[in-house]
């Protein structure tokens, strides 16, 4: 894939029934996400990408959004300062750098906007991922045993996490 026709860009509500597509194909495979359908409609996602304090990023090649990334801001007072993560590539469009792109533009959007830690979870059964993310300087905060059962196996939620601020890390319990 030539790198001039990809393009990560901050997502638009024209993008909605697209970034549903991409969600759904991904859903769809049932081995990334908790859930197996994506629970916004086009009118939902529109007004969801509305929202000035969260981000979707989109990877689009040509008219087709192949990749989606949301970095959702905590809502609390005491929980502002953080970002939960969120990401989905399709099938035919991994191991391309597309990931990775959309994540490091996500985190200069976090340091501008004033978060200092983003979280993500991660199924234990997507090594790709957790190599990525752990490549990109992302470290294990924690594991939640056998928290989901997938195909027949449990797998781990392992919680990644990327310090922007250092200093705010805090001992271990």
Not at 16 to 29: F, G, L, N, P, R
Not at 81 to 102: D, E, F, P, S
Not at 136 to 155: D, L, M
Request: aromatic share 10%.
């Amino acid at each position: 894939m030539p790198a001039d026709k990809l393009a990560i860009r901050k997502a638009e509500p024209k993008d909605a029934k697209k970034i549903i597509e991409c969600m759904q194909s991904v859903m769809d495979e049932h081995i990334y996400f908790v859930s197996e359908y994506y629970l916004y409609t086009e009118r939902g996602e529109q007004e969801r990408l509305r929202n000035p304090d969260d981000l979707t990023l989109v990877a689009s090649i040509g008219d087709r959004i192949a990749g989606v990334l949301t970095l959702q801001r905590g809502v609390y007072r005491k929980n502002r300062h953080t970002a939960n993560l969120g990401i989905a590539v399709m099938n035919g469009y991994r191991h391309q750098g597309i990931g990775t792109g959309l994540i490091m533009e996500s985190l200069h959007w976090a340091e501008n906007n004033g978060i200092k830690k983003v979280n993500l979870e991660v199924f234990s059964t997507n090594v790709n991922a957790i190599n990525a993310y752990s490549k990109i300087g992302f470290v294990h905060e924690g594991v939640r045993k056998s928290q989901f059962f997938i195909n027949g196996e449990y797998a781990d939620d392992v919680l990644m996490t990327y310090w922007i601020d250092q200093s705010i890390s805090v001992g271990s319990i």
